[in-house]
């Protein structure tokens, strides 16, 4: 089969109204919005359900096709984009987004995996439920690459990643079964947790169609504070000294360099400093809880006058009212399209024992100097889970290009120095297309047999998402 014959393919499978292959039209799909990644293919199909999805990956896989499922294109890797040859499908989970209940008795919500993240959240919010998963990227990213990426962000703290808010799983198998694994137990000791095999597997395992996730009591007050550090380290101080006041109300704790505010600073309209004084680093701590009235305000001022005593903290505000919350995660949540207008962004996602962290970072910038000179390090993230976006950019006024062909030699700087530390190198994005090489480097060589196994169990002719996640032979 050439990829001519795709479409025709295709067309017989789901028929025309699910398919593009206009380059036009299907140039959304082949590019990310950052043009970090691009691709090619023999077309883009949208099935419509479950079936549709199964249908057209029976029909692919009979075909010798390679298949790449894809949800709202927001991940940071490449893994939703096809390789180059153009014989590839795009298997987008646009059209499957449906929300199939909400059940607050249960605490929990199927949905499709086309929904919208931020459609989920609203969802639950309507019942009176919580849905905890927040990200920078929630009004476009989907349920199914959020369960494929196995996706963080700043709730992870309290509720933990996609991975534990998982219940139940739909999936279309590389061979076209559909498995059927929607259950809403919060207790299965039936053998092996099949679903977790899908949840991070970044669509090679096969695709996501729906999934029944956890909620949880809707927040009914929070207190929001942005907080001026002197150091990593005290910044580390800083979460001890909020946790032993708050316990489980500590539900965001996200810390920012200076140069990751700056860019905001200099590139988001409206965004304002905080403080007269500048200083080396911020966090910003949310405090919320199930009750109206739970007194977080003075509960996160008594956090951070201990703190003050404590030389931890060198200036504080604590939001009034929402519009100042807003702007204070305007200012943290902005940082990743603010960086976009400093040059190319090298990206390092990277977590290491929270306790490591003031350690890691003195010495992941000192190497990095030593290798570039000048180079801007815009280091953030979700600290509370030891998770840092080891971001650079190159030094003001140098050229790009020169700048991008070091990317391979400051990404080993990174990793390096996180592996030192018995680290992670991918906290959240996953490792897609870019990482899928240098994993090898980093992962122990039995773990990746054993992935390697399971991979070739499932997917014995490699057409689910290939080039992604695993290293090439
Ligand atoms: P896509 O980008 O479309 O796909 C991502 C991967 O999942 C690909 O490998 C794809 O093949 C696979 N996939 C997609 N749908 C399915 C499916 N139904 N079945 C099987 N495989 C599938 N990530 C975080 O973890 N934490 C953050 O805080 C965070 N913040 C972000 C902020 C911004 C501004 C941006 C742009 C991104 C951010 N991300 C973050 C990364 C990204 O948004 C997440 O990884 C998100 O979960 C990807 O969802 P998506 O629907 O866009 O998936
Ligand atoms: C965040 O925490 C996201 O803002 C995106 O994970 C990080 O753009 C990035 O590198
Ligand atoms: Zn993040």
Not at 301 to 330: H, I, K, N, P, T
Not at 424 to 433: P, R, W
Request: glycine content about 12%.
């Amino acid at each position: 089969m050439t990829a001519a014959d795709v479409p025709a393919l295709l067309r017989e499978t789901v028929g025309e109204g699910a398919l593009i292959t206009d380059p036009a039209g299907m140039g959304s799909y082949l590019t990310d919005w950052r043009n970090a990644w691009s691709g090619a293919a023999a077309a883009v199909v949208r099935p419509g359900s479950t079936e549709e999805v199964a249908a057209v990956v029976r029909a692919c896989r009979t075909a010798g096709v390679a298949v790449v499922p894809q949800g709202g294109n927001t991940g940071l890797c490449g893994g939703s984009m096809p390789d180059s040859s153009g014989r590839q499908v795009v298997l987008s989970l646009d059209r499957m987004r449906r929300i199939r209940g909400v059940d607050p008795v249960d605490l929990t919500i199927t949905a499709e995996a086309g929904v919208v993240l931020r459609s989920v959240q609203q969802a639950a919010a309507a019942e009176g439920c919580l849905f905890p998963l927040s990200l920078g990227s929630e009004a476009s990213c989907t349920i199914g690459g959020n369960l494929a990426t196995n996706a963080g962000g700043t709730g992870v703290l309290r509720y933990g990643n996609m991975r534990d808010l998982t219940l139940g799983l739909e999936v279309v198998l590389p061979d076209g079964r559909i498995w059927n694994g929607l259950r809403a137990l919060r207790k299965d000791n039936t053998g092996y947790d099949l679903k977790q095999l899908f949840v991070g597997a970044e669509g090679t395992l096969g695709v996501i169609t729906a999934a029944v996730l956890k909620l949880f009591p809707a927040v009914r007050s929070r207190a929001t504070a942005w907080v001026a550090l002197p150091s990593p380290q005290a910044a580390v101080d800083l979460i001890g000294v909020v946790r032993a006041l708050c316990g489980d109300r500590l539900t965001g704790f996200e810390v920012m360099s200076r140069q990751s505010v700056d860019f905001v600073l200099r590139h988001q309209a409206g965004a304002r400093d905080l403080f007269a004084d500048v200083h080396p680093w911020y966090a910003l701590v949310e405090l919320s809880d199930t009750l109206p009235d739970a007194g977080l305000d003075g509960l996160l001022e008594a956090g951070l006058a201990e703190a003050f005593e404590r030389e931890v903290a060198a200036d504080a505000v604590v939001a009034s009212g929402s519009a100042q919350v807003a702007a204070l995660w305007a200012l943290r949540e902005g940082i990743s399209e603010a960086q976009n207008f400093e040059g190319p962004s090298l990206k390092h996602d990277v977590t290491v024992p929270v306790s490591s962290i003031p350690a890691f970072v003195e010495r992941t910038d000192r190497a990095l100097q030593a290798a570039l000179p000048g180079i801007r390090i815009v280091t953030y993230g979700h600290i509370g889970d030891g998770n840092l976006h080891y971001n650079l950019s190159k030094p003001a006024g140098s050229d790009d290009a020169a700048f991008r062909a070091m990317a391979g030699e400051l990404a080993r700087v990174v990793y390096d120095s996180t592996s030192s530390f018995d680290g992670s190198i991918s906290a959240e994005h996953g490792l897609g297309q870019s990482k899928r090489d240098v994993i090898a480097d980093y992962k122990d060589g039995l773990e990746l047999e054993l992935m390697r196994g399971i991979k070739r169990l499932l997917d014995p002719p490699g057409l689910m998402n290939p080039g992604k996640v695993l290293p090439s032979a």
